[in-house]
């Protein structure tokens, strides 16, 4: 149960903003520890609950309010914890950060993808249907502009991709940067229900044969870098979903 505005000490108009309840970012991680330095950000942290069994902290980041959670894997469980944010919490946008596996080797470790467009690279339909999916990004466009991300489609699919032979096929049908396992789940569910949506994925490994390796390794040195961006550039802007 949140505290009362008085309590947490926030402004009288962060306290008219957040009592209307018409500008709320989501954020989204994978493992906890991408989303600790979003949650340390809260200032105040107004709530610590639950949703879907799952963390949730809600706050505000400078003059943002934000709903933080995590512990989502692959496509499914991604899909029903953004579409239960969006009909619980009435988001106005959604933001998805981790980590990727790049489908080149020109990619650096540590390099932020930005997605703009998403595709299921395991989703094969046997009607002929657009699989590239293209969610609103207008409250993000600042924030995308605001760094020296890598921008282009993100593939996702329901499993760890560590062969080379695999990533040359993902690549050739896609055209993409890189692969998660959500990115493409959430931006559907976000197209579908009229919502901005932005994937801001770090890349920890190269999708093949050392995947598993360069992971292990590269992850407690860059899994917290969207969240350390995201947070600074939230402390010190104000990011409209209208």
Known sequence: MSKPFAEVGTSFANCVKIARG???????????????????????????????????????????????????????ETACLAQKLIDQFKISGLILIGAAGALKDDITFGTLIAGTEYIEYDFTPRINVDLILQPSQVCFTQF????????????????????????????????????????????????????DFLALKVIVDVVGSKAVEQYIENHPKFGMKPAMVLAEFLTNNFMFCG
């Open 22 to 76: 018409d500008i709320l970012l989501a954020v989204v991680g994978i493992l906890p520890k991408e989303v600790e330095l979003l949650v340390n950000a809260l200032k105040p942290k107004l709530e610590v609950f639950e949703v879907m069994k799952r963390p949730a902290w809600r706050g505000l980041i400078g003059d943002n309010e934000i709903l933080i959670s995590c512990g989502c894997v692959g496509k499914v």
């Open 144 to 195: 995308m502009e605001s760094d020296d991300f890598v921008y282009g489609t993100i593939a996702s699919g329901d499993r760890f991709v560590s062969s080379e032979a695999m990533a040359k096929e993902i690549y050739e049908s896609t055209s993409a940067i890189c692969v998660d396992m959500d990115s493409a789940a959430a931006a559907k569910v976000c197209v579908e229900n009229g919502k």
